[in-house]
């Protein structure tokens, strides 16, 4: 088949992929049922840098979260980067704001193309000495933390102040057809309870900055920094998919501008680089490209790194990782520092997270939050249990059934319910019946263990010349799950007097000196 | 509803006689259907029955009362307001029965009502409380085109005044629950930490908006004071089946205990007094009910003589 066809095909797979995504994105949250419907983090389990994250990680690699990515990786083996001009939802946003932003052409050198490869290498050696980055630039975690963190609270916002405003305003015309469709909105496309992330202005900084690289070079992010990318590329090498001429035609030259991953060069035709957009046997003025399916695939183009270049990021990874993991233990000294339930230890979990944030947009209560420094460098947007912000639902088992490549593991209730978060501890210079001897009580009413874990003892207190009897709350270790609920409903102003800390957390390798 | 002495219907009917008859045509507001007050909730009858059959339970409860005709007349909007509260399944005892809730608003539909609405601001997320208490599938069972369960607005809560406010002199109120003809108020039986007893006068605390943790400060008279804004035309204590420890969220089968019992009374005290006795309490014990007697809402009075 011949241009126009395959482009318009692509270009319609494109987009569709794209809704898919967003409607499985929306999809991401509690409709009704214990277990979600879709498989919606769907876009991770196809990732192979998600597959290669989880693979040098310790424990066992996950085969049942993540063969998709594996046969992604495979198809490629067969195919070529087809997931990059075709499904990517980073790609396709490029592909269609790029007009926006303005195309450049500044053609930086060819040269830049190997970046990717050796951020992967470098962030593979830093993977197999204990530090993983993959998730820092996976191209599919940027695009959903990009939804997660910043546009979908954004259209939230907006959007609910937008309803609230014409519902209290009556302005004729307008404000029954706002209030009329408020109910398709609520129902459909705003999230239940508002999101909101601190990481919101970072994570659209991170956006528009891939966004703008538009301006340089078209597709800069996937031709020179993408390492999801590079990993699809090294597969790509000896794909079936040949296009002839196998190098620029000498009477037309086209090729080389007009190529939107530079695929194709003076001497050869890239398969790494291609992203079968099939734009060039569309523009090519004497219809000389042809794409073939063969079965012995052809001799592909050198990768060409240089040794200089691969030995000094294999070398930066190596050295960064153990200087990193030298550092002395930060969630060991930092009793806040909360995971969500079934998160594996500390060391692998950070491991093993691809900080696509999927457990983030799915928490039922809002608890999980990305973290900044407050898990380490390398802890950036892994998720944290904020239970000021919100508390971890007993009944749910959300994150765990998202998480794409295990590092919440997936619990049935009963587990879910015995998985020690952090145990509850009272602020007695701040709480009520401690502090100056009133009633409260609220953490009592709320605590949902079976048994309570907060207690209450009737005891007599003096308050200044008045003798009061007063319930007093109390903690049942042992029953105390760290839920957060407690924290998440103490009615005292800023923060709250009880909290949670990650003492005695399940996941917590137990120190067999100790 | 109060019972009304015939003098008493006699006078009324010629005040408001005169009062049409002043004002002509202009449509007026029902005089004799003003919420019952203080001085005469005395004479308010309270029915208890037991049953297994929770339908009619239900309606030999309220059929002692005089059937629901009594409190919803035709054409009316009523909200119907269970405890929707948490995470629990109905064997857990911490929400309403779905049964009571659905049989409730059918005997609202008997009686005309045009539009039940049913909600409850919960403490657990709303969409889990709503699916495991069963009280949505069950009103969505009923398939009419009266009948609305719906999670709360954000939109629609308004700050009031309380006159005579004794702890709160200002909050948040969700205004559909003010908007409606009756209100009905259909609290589940548990034990509760701060307050002892959860019952109706609690239950109130689902349609307030705010930080209502600040109401354990002093739970008794805050109940009061927002039960002062809050009418309940009629309450409906579901004790089929009772939580006696770990509440109000509970989630142990042991503490549960199967009474089969109901009890309503326009009288919001006199039914939260009787529920408190099923628990082995004296309702004075009981500082929410006790208050809720002292501040005008209701009465303590238990005497065979108020049983209907």
């Not at chain 1, 050869?268 to 046997?281: G, N, P, V």
């Not at chain 1, 490209?289 to 592909?300: H, I, K, Q």
Request: hydrophobic share 45%; charged share 20%; aromatic share 8%.
């Amino acid at each position: 088949m011949r241009f126009p066809a395959w482009r318009h095909l692509r270009m319609a797979c494109q987009i569709l992929c794209l809704l898919a995504f967003l409607w499985l994105f929306l999809q991401t949250e509690y409709r009704g049922s214990d277990t979600l419907r879709y498989p919606v983090s769907l876009l991770f389990r196809i990732d192979p840098l998600a597959a290669l994250a989880a693979a040098l990680a310790p424990g066992d690699f996950g085969w049942l979260l993540l063969w998709p990515a594996l046969l992604l990786a495979a198809l490629t083996a067969l195919f070529g980067r087809f997931f990059c001009g075709w499904i990517c939802p980073l790609g396709t946003t490029l592909d269609g704001v790029g007009k926006l932003v303005g195309r450049g052409r500044l053609s930086p050198r060819p040269a830049w193309r190997r970046i990717k490869y050796y951020l992967l290498v470098a962030m593979t050696a830093a993977a197999l000495f204990g530090v993983q980055l993959f998730g820092l630039l996976d191209p599919l975690s940027i695009f959903l933390r990009s939804l997660t963190f910043s546009f979908n609270p954004a259209f939230n916002l907006v959007a609910n102040s937008l309803f609230d405003f014409f519902y209290r305003h009556p302005v004729p015309l307008v404000s029954p057809l706002v209030n009329g469709s408020y109910d398709f909105f609520r129902d459909h496309l705003l999230a239940f309870h508002p999101p909101a992330y601190e990481l919101a202005l970072p994570t659209l900084a991170i956006f528009l900055g891939i966004l703008l690289l538009e301006r340089v070079e078209r597709r800069f992010w996937c031709k020179n920094l993408c390492p999801l990318g590079a990993l699809l590329g090294l597969c790509s090498r000896r794909s079936l998919v040949t296009r002839a001429p196998a190098k620029v035609c000498d009477d037309c030259r086209r090729c080389l501008s007009e190529c939107r991953s530079g695929a194709v060069t003076e001497t050869t035709h890239r398969k790494d680089e291609c992203l079968l957009c099939f734009d060039c046997s569309g523009f090519c003025p004497a219809n000389r490209v042809v794409f073939t399916l063969g079965l012995r695939p052809t001799a592909a183009g050198r990768v060409d790194l240089t040794r200089r270049g691969l030995v000094t990021s294999l070398a930066a990874g190596a050295l960064v990782a153990p200087v990193a993991g030298s550092a002395p233990n930060l969630w060991n000294r930092d009793p806040y520092l909360l995971r969500p339930p079934g998160s594996l230890a500390e060391t692998e979990f950070l491991r093993r997270c691809i900080r696509c944030g999927e457990c983030m947009k799915v928490c039922i209560g809002g608890a999980l939050h990305p973290a900044l420094l407050q898990a380490g460098l390398s802890g950036f947007y892994t998720p944290l249990l904020v239970p000021r912000i919100g508390y971890c639902e007993y009944n749910c088992t959300l994150c765990g059934q998202v998480c794409p490549t295990g590092a919440i593991g997936l619990l049935n209730l009963a587990e879910k319910q015995k998985a020690v978060i952090g145990i509850a501890v009272f602020d007695q210079d701040r709480c009520l019946p401690f502090a100056r001897g009133e009633e409260c009580l609220v953490c009592e009413e709320h605590c949902p263990t079976g048994e309570k874990a907060i207690v209450f003892v009737e005891k007599e207190v003096w308050v200044g010349s008045e003798m009061r009897r007063l319930k007093v709350p109390r903690l049942i270790k042992s029953r105390c799950v760290g839920c957060g609920i407690c924290e998440t409903r103490c009615p005292l102003e800023g923060a709250s007097a009880i909290r949670v800390i990650n003492e005695g957390e399940s996941r917590r390798a137990r120190d067999p000196w100790a | 509803m109060a019972r009304m002495d015939r003098r008493e219907f006699v006078r009324r009917s010629l005040q408001v006689a005169a009062v049409s008859s002043a004002v002509g045509g202009v449509p007026l507001l029902d005089l004799l259907s003003f919420p019952a007050r203080a001085a005469e909730v005395g004479g308010v009858k309270l029915a208890v029955r037991k049953g297994k059959d929770i339908p009619a339970l239900v309606g030999e409860t309220l059929g002692a009362l005089g059937g629901m005709a009594i409190f919803v007349k035709r054409g009316e909007t009523v909200v119907v307001k269970p405890n929707i509260g948490w995470d629990r399944t109905v064997e857990q005892g911490a929400n309403t029965h779905p049964l009571v809730v659905r049989a409730v608003i059918e005997h609202c539909l008997e009686a005309g009502a045009k539009d039940v609405r049913v909600f409850d601001r919960t403490c657990n997320d709303p969409r889990r409380c709503y699916v495991q208490s069963g009280i949505q599938e069950a009103v969505e069972g009923l398939k009419s085109e009266r009948v609305k369960i719906e999670h709360m607005d954000r939109r629609a809560y308004r700050e009031l005044d309380i006159a005579n406010g004794k702890d709160l002199t200002r909050w948040s109120f969700y205004q559909p629950a003010l908007d409606a003809d009756r209100f009905i108020n259909l609290p589940v039986a548990k034990h509760h930490g701060i307050s002892t007893l959860t019952l109706g006068m609690k239950n109130i605390m689902g349609v307030i908006g705010g930080n209502r943790g600040r109401l354990h400060q002093n739970i008794a008279e805050s109940l009061a004071d927002i039960n002062s804004v809050v009418h309940s035309t009629l309450t409906l204590v579901d004790a089929t089946r009772i939580l006696t420890a770990n509440g109000p969220q509970g989630g142990r089968l042991e503490d549960v205990r199967v009474l089969d019992t109901l009890i309503a009374s326009a009288d919001i005290v006199a039914a939260d007094a009787y529920a408190a006795t099923l628990f082995g309490h004296r309702p004075e014990e009981i500082a929410t009910v006790a208050a809720g007697a002292r501040r005008g809402l209701g009465s303590l009075d238990l005497s065979p003589g108020r049983m209907a």
